[in-house]
């Protein structure tokens, strides 16, 4: 009898449970490249590009192997557009006795699978997704009897548990972590590995001609397409990023500079997300770096930290708590996203560089998305949903899952500290501290207020003390508290004045350059 079995789009792993007792003989993979997938949110081409030149590039694999494959490309003519609907389209062709499919990573698609038993009639089986290391009942029960659910001693659970940087019972090097050692901005003369797109082959040529003519207006860069999208190819990214980037990861985790959007990020997230590389390998490659002597403690516990701990954390928190979580907004922002987030059309220079590394990369490095784009959403206070959707659009690695926990509870505070202690909130100094971005902008980081004052200066000021009601009793924030106490009363009505005039109209004011290359 046969079974269809679904694999949807971020669900590219030959070791996925839907397909491992998947009958050659008679069983049918369904894939299909869906309008309502590549429309939900505006996409970045190079995000649409990639999922669908690795969607082909996998059913090609699974026929290669002699495995039956229905796919249905986005511009076949009897194509409906949406998995509930294609799925009905495919049970008159196959007649199957069951659907098989490993569990989506957004609540809005398992919501929808979750209706087809019904609709349609049929056995649907909802396999565990078990890419990922921690299985979400282990979460909840490590979660269950916790009050607060800080990442710090989770991370340190899935240390134990996976053994990854552990001597018996204790970590390596005598430390659960060392990011005291990872705070370090880029010095003059250090240059990054480059990192040179390859030339597509077909299948991804085809996929590109077809972005650029069914997505002419959607935001971002289609060109130079820089993503592996098999594998092999991810495999080779592996490679090369624990060669060339891992040993100085750690030290210029913070960095940003003009010019270097990459730094010696892993640019991996795409590939995990999309199911082609493993969390496991590719922690297992940094741990063998740092055991062989190529790599340093601080870059691989650094490393290895985001993905067995941040990673599976956010997943964690996300189907432990959706769909109410996305519904949270604990500062009560509501502004609206600034039009410039789409065109980096400010004078603000973090701004534009980082908006403008997004358009052309379909990237961002975690400091950039966290302490600039994110950075101002917090203290301007837009609406959770349209910074959500922003960041779900714009980045090639953005799934429901990942992005709404680091977006709504780690830069936006949305969930009222869940994720994170205390907002991460900064003011031009810190940007100033870790970038290069001051140096050529039209504001001033050491400037509080007056024509020339940089927008995070007096947009932190006014975020404290817009916010002080709801994070007046938290600790971390004491020495905030003191600080804003110092300033004024004079100068804190020019603060409040002058973030209410720039948010009334946010980068449509440049002051006069000062600078003459400006
Ligand atoms: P590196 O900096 O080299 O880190 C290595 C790996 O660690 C990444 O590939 C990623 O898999 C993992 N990782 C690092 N930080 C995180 C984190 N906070 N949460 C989860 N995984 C992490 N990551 C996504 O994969 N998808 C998203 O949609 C996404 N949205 C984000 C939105 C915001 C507002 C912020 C602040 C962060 C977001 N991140 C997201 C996390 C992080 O920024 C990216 O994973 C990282 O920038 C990807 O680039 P990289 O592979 O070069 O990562
Ligand atoms: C993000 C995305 C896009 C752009 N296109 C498709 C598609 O055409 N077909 C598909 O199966 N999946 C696509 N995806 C991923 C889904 O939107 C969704 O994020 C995941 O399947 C998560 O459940
Ligand atoms: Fe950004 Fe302010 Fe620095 Fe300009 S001065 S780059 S706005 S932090």
Redesign the pocket.
């Known amino acids: 009898m046969t079974r269809i079995v679904l694999v949807l789009g971020d669900q590219l792993s030959r070791g996925l449970s839907s397909l491992r007792d998947l009958d050659p003989a008679h069983d049918i993979v369904l894939m299909a490249e869906l309008a309502e997938e590549t429309t939900y949110v505006r996409h970045h081409k190079q995000k649409i590009a990639l999922i669908l030149s690795a969607m082909r590039h996998f059913a090609a694999g699974l026929r290669a192997e002699g495995i039956r494959v229905d796919y249905i490309a986005l511009d076949d003519p009897a194509n409906t557009g949406s998995f509930t609907k294609e799925v009905a389209r495919a049970i008159p062709r196959h007649r199957p006795e069951r659907i098989i499919v490993t569990e989506p990573g957004e609540w809005r698609v398992l919501q929808m699978i979750e209706g087809w038993e019904a609709q349609f009639g049929l056995p649907v089986e909802i396999r565990e997704d078990d890419r990922f290391l921690c299985s979400l009942a282990e979460f909840r029960q490590w979660a269950a009897p916790r009050k607060t659910l800080r990442m710090e001693y989770f991370y340190r659970d899935m240390r134990r548990r996976t053994g990854f940087l552990m001597q018996g019972d204790d970590p390596v090097g005598g430390q659960w972590n060392f990011d005291s050692q990872n705070r370090k901005a880029l010095p003059t003369g250090l240059r990054p590995p480059p990192r040179r797109p390859k030339p597509p082959d077909a299948i991804t040529q085809a996929v590109l001609d077809l972005v650029a003519r069914r997505f002419p207006d959607t935001f971002g860069d289609l060109l130079p397409f820089r993503w592996a999208v098999t594998r092999h190819g991810a495999l080779e990214a592996l490679d090369r990023f624990v060669a060339l980037s891992l040993p100085l ?1 750690g030290e210029y ?1 913070d960095a940003m500079a003009e010019g270097e959007p ?1 730094l010696f ?6 590939y ?2 999309i199911g082609l590389l493993t969390a496991h390998e590719v922690c297992r490659a940094a741990e063998r770096a740092y055991h062989m002597g190529d790599a340093p403690l601080n870059a691989v516990e650094g ?1 290895i930290r ?2 067995i701990g ?2 599976e954390y ?1 997943r964690g928190i996300y189907w432990m708590k959706m769909p109410d979580y996305a519904r949270t907004n604990a500062l009560h922002a509501d502004r609206p996203l600034p039009w410039f987030y789409w065109t980096g059309d400010t004078a603000m220079r973090c701004m534009a560089q980082t908006i403008t590394d997004t358009r052309r990369n379909a ?4 400091i950039q ?2 302490m600039v ?2 950075n101002f959403a917090l203290l301007a206070g837009i609406r959770p949903a349209e910074v959500e959707e922003w ?2 659009a714009v ?1 090639a ?3 429901d899952w ?2 709404l926990p ?2 709504h509870g ?2 936006l505070w949305a969930d009222g500290g869940m994720l994170a202690s205390k907002p991460y909130a900064a003011s031009g100094a810190y940007i100033d501290r870790m970038s290069d971005y001051c140096r050529r902008c039209a504001y001033d980081p050491r400037i509080r207020t007056g024509p020339r004052a940089c927008p995070f200066n007096f947009l932190y000021w006014d975020f404290l003390m817009r916010n002080r009601p709801q994070l007046a009793g938290n600790p971390r924030l004491a020495l905030s508290w003191r600080n804003l106490d110092r300033i004024s009363p004079q100068e804190q009505t020019r603060i409040r004045d002058q973030a209410r005039a720039f948010l009334d109209a946010p980068g449509t004011t440049a002051p006069a350059p000062e600078h003459p290359d400006l």
């Open positions: 990861f985790q990459f990020h892993a640019l991996l997230s795409p995990l997300n490393f985001q993905i941040w990673r956010v990237y961002a490095h975690h998305r966290l784009t994110g960041y779900l980045y690695d953005a799934f990942v992005e680091n977006t780690m830069v």
